[in-house]
Nanobody, 117 residues
Framework: QVQLVESGGGLVQPGGSLTLSCAAS????????MSWYCQAPGEERYLVAG????????FYDHSVKGRFTISRDDVDKMLYLQMNNLNPTDTAVYYC??????????WGQGTQVTVST
C-alpha cells in the first residue's frame, strides 16, 4: 500500500532550524509531484513548497521563500524540507503530499513543528 511517513518535527527556538523528512513507499516516486503543506489550528491547509523530478524550479509560498528549501531523492524515495530562521508563525503541522497528474493525492499523517521560547 501507499505510505508517506513524515519525521523531523519538534520544538525549536525562534531563529532556529529543522529538517523535515518524508519517506514514500508503494509509488513510482519519480513520477509524482511532491509537496509540503502546512496547517495551523483553526486554519486551512496551504501549500508551502512543491517540487517535481524534472528541471522546473521548485515552488515556494512567499512566506517561506528564502528561508525554506525543498528537495527530493528519487533513488531513496525521500522528500525533505530544510527550514531555517524559523519564527513562531511557522508553528503548524506539516504534511507530505504525493500527486500523480490529475489523480487524487496521497497524504502523510503530518509532523508537528513548534517554534517557541
Amino acid at each position: 500500500q501507499v505510505q508517506l511517513v513524515e519525521s523531523g518535527g519538534g520544538l525549536v527556538q525562534p531563529g532556529g532550524s529543522l529538517t523535515l523528512s518524508c519517506a514514500a513507499s508503494g509509488i513510482t516516486f519519480g513520477l509524482y509531484y511532491m509537496s509540503w503543506y502546512c496547517q495551523a489550528p483553526g486554519e486551512e491547509r496551504y501549500l508551502v513548497a512543491g517540487i517535481s523530478s524534472v528541471g522546473a524550479p521548485p515552488f515556494y509560498d512567499h512566506s517561506v521563500k528564502g528561508r525554506f528549501t525543498i528537495s527530493r531523492d528519487d533513488v531513496d524515495k525521500m522528500l525533505y524540507l530544510q527550514m531555517n530562521n524559523l519564527n513562531p508563525t511557522d508553528t503548524a503541522v506539516y504534511y507530505c503530499q504525493a500527486k500523480f497528474g490529475l489523480d487524487s493525492p496521497y497524504w502523510g499523517q503530518g509532523t508537528q513543528v513548534t517554534v517557541s521560547t
